[in-house]
């Protein structure tokens, strides 16, 4: 539940995650609530300051710098791995793509968009890529969201924008090489680095 307010955006960044306040919120005694943000804070969505107080963390451009050069490490790499396999059986990102086709709201198109990748990290058959990339998953999805929320920008266009990138790598899985396929999705990663703004608002 914590996750998911976090995600959302109905937990800002810098608010102040009081155990015994949470623990009275959700309904639950303070252990759950402690395991629950030491949890988040292994996922980067919390952190604790010096005097042990947990507070919903602030991403900042240098974050999301550091997150792009790990993606653009790992999932060009994956796409060409996983080039025969999606060449093969495709039907995994199809579903998404029409799934994301219907998303009613930009949490669920942001949800959509890292299930997508992640359907490629699986069919690359390297298990511990897939887990570096799966380590990094909790701080993607708080950044897209807060980037589009940042940028406010429609549902609809962000849903459109985000079908049309991934079918064109759909059809490069469907019709490319492995090289061509990792070098298509050096070129979407490489088109995520347009989406830092000199300041992101929560």
Sequence with gaps: MLRARILDGDL???VLL???AVAVDLGVSRVPVRE????LESEGLVEFSATGRAYVKALSPHDFDELYVL??????VAARLAAPALHEDASALEKNIDATRRASSLIKVTHLDLDFHEIILEACGNARLLKLWRSLRSELELW????HRSKQIQTRVTREETVSTHHHLLECFRTGSPAVCERKMREHILGWREWLPMEVQP
Excluded: Y
């Excluded at 629950?36 to 949890?39: D, M, R, V, Y």
């Excluded at 897209?144 to 980037?147: I, K």
């Design 12 to 14: 800002k960044p810098g």
């Design 18 to 20: 009081a155990e015994s």
């Design 36 to 39: 629950a943000l030491f949890t």
């Design 71 to 76: 993606r653009l490490a790992l999932e060009p």
């Design 144 to 147: 897209l969201g807060r980037l």
